[in-house]
T-cell receptor, first 118, second 110 residues
Framework: EPEVTQTPSHQVTQMGQEVILRCVPI?????FYWYRQILGQKVEFLVS????????KSEIFDDQFSVERPDGSNFTLKIRSTKLEDSAMYFC????????????????FGPGTRLTVT | DAKTTQPPSMDCAEGRAANLPCNHS???????VYWYRQIHSQGPQYIIH???NNETNEMASLIITEDRKSSTLILPHATLRDTAVYYC???????????FGIGTKLQVIP
């Protein structure tokens, strides 16, 4: 079964450093998302991306965050200057379009990247 | 998305059916009921969704009341691997963000 993959599985960085979290969505999907989950808290939506642009973003997704689809397979989340409170699990997800591109009703989530900011 | 209410936790004996309730009394006509689960520290996993008819797939069954104000997710023969947090979510489309609540923590007991 196709799956969303994420790298790295764990990233440790110092406060103020830039990090890039990488995701490979399911190949025929066209909708992409990032979510985060601070330890012990709810899964929170960050941003959705379609047709090479952001379609929706939350209040959390401020100017420190950016997303990019640099090629036909990767989807990245960049945090420019990390803060201690950015420590969390970051989940990438993708969904299909229902045409030739997979089930439009499901969002498939990756296993997550644990980001630790020290 | 309409607000959903779930019990914070439930236990179920291994091999028995797990029935997880959800209230969504303000759900609108174009909103589907979705269920996801999250096994400890893993990414959320889609289980099932429905609009007004009962639905069944290889993982679970979804029973939606006729007035659509509540639903029940049924795991017919719970195993230890079904121990997870289960989220009931009302949302109007597959492309939209998923808004997760606190969910129900299901503990399957040997």
């Amino acid at each position: 079964e196709p799956e969303v993959t994420q790298t790295p599985s764990h990233q440790v960085t110092q406060m103020g450093q830039e990090v890039i979290l990488r995701c490979v969505p399911i190949s025929n999907h066209l909708y992409f998302y990032w979510y985060r989950q601070i330890l012990g808290q709810k899964v929170e939506f960050l941003v959705s991306f379609y047709n090479n642009e952001i379609s929706e973003k939350s209040e959390i997704f401020d100017d420190q965050f950016s997303v990019e689809r640099p090629d036909g397979s990767n989807f990245t989340l960049k945090i420019r200057s990390t803060k201690l409170e950015d420590s969390a699990m970051y989940f990438c997800a993708s969904s299909g379009t229902g045409l030739a591109g997979g089930n439009p009703y499901e969002q498939y989530f990756g296993p997550g990247t644990r980001l630790t900011v020290t | 998305d309409a607000k959903t209410t779930q019990p914070p936790s439930m236990d179920c004996a291994e091999g028995r059916a797990a029935n997880l309730p959800c209230n969504h009394s303000t759900i609108s006509g174009n909103e589907y009921v979705y269920w996801y689960r999250q096994i400890h520290s893993q990414g959320p996993q889609y289980i099932i969704h429905g609009l007004k008819n009962n639905e069944t797939n290889e993982m679970a069954s979804l029973i939606i009341t006729e007035d659509r104000k509540s639903s029940t997710l049924i795991l017919p023969h719970a195993t230890l691997r079904d121990t997870a947090v289960y989220y009931c979510i009302a949302r109007s489309g597959g492309y939209q963000k998923v808004t997760f609540g606190i969910g129900t923590k299901l503990q399957v007991i040997p």
